[in-house]
């Protein structure tokens, strides 16, 4: 799996077709004000509710 990305809000607006992209291979962290506010997982190839799940235990913190 590739290093997670972290963006802004403003550069997710902008290229949210790429940033979906990215997300198939990585999350994408979504920061607001350089606080994390989302994050944007690929589903791409799995169940989407499995995706979630394995995320979610993955990371129960995030940074602050």
């Known amino acids: ?3 997670p990305r972290t963006i802004s ?3 997710a607006k902008a290229h949210l077709s790429e ?3 990215a ?3 990585a ?3 979504i920061t ?3 606080r994390p ?3 944007l997982v690929g589903v791409e190839g799995s169940d989407a509710l ?3 799940q394995r995320f979610s235990k993955r990371t129960r913190k995030l940074p602050s």
Request: glycine share 12%; hydrophobic share 45%.
């Open 1 to 3: 799996m590739k290093k």
């Open 9 to 11: 809000i403003r550069e």
């Open 19 to 21: 940033m979906i992209g």
């Open 23 to 25: 997300a198939q291979g």
């Open 27 to 29: 999350y994408v962290l």
């Open 32 to 34: 607001r004000h350089g």
């Open 37 to 39: 506010t989302a994050v």
């Open 50 to 52: 499995d995706v979630v």
